[in-house]
């Protein structure tokens, strides 16, 4: 599965600030099974540890107003391993959302080809 060539690897995102952004990721949840926003550290290291993966979240910045990727998130080894029970057929995503809310702004979505590129929320 390769990411599109012409994906986006910067997008500006209101409501979104270097200090507070958060993220959710499938399985990172809390005792009532509602996913939790979590810094990217969070989500590095629940992907790390449930996966036993390499999660490089050096290669996502968000900066006020604006996410962006360089370089690759996952190999295409760990790619196999995350989704080794998961739907093959479409990237492994997680989600930025607006600071202390629940409001998607953006996706982070990562291909087996090691790959990743950002999906908006916005109409374009």
């Not at 990562?110 to 109409?123: K, R």
């Amino acid at each position: 599965l390769a990411a599109p060539a012409n994906g986006l690897k910067t997008l500006n995102v209101a409501r979104v600030t270097a200090t507070g952004a958060k993220f959710l990721a499938a399985g990172l949840v809390n005792e009532s099974g509602a996913e939790v926003p979590s810094t990217l550290g969070e989500i590095k290291e629940y992907i790390k540890n449930k996966y036993e993966v390499s999660f490089n979240a050096e290669a996502i910045s968000v900066v006020d107003g604006q996410i962006s990727i360089t370089g690759s998130v996952l190999s295409p080894a760990d790619w196999a391993k995350v989704k080794a029970n998961g739907n093959k057929t479409i990237p492994y995503r997680i989600t930025l959302v607006e600071d202390g809310t629940k409001v998607k702004a953006a996706k982070i979505a990562m291909y087996q080809d090691g790959n990743a590129v950002i999906e908006s929320f916005q109409s374009e």
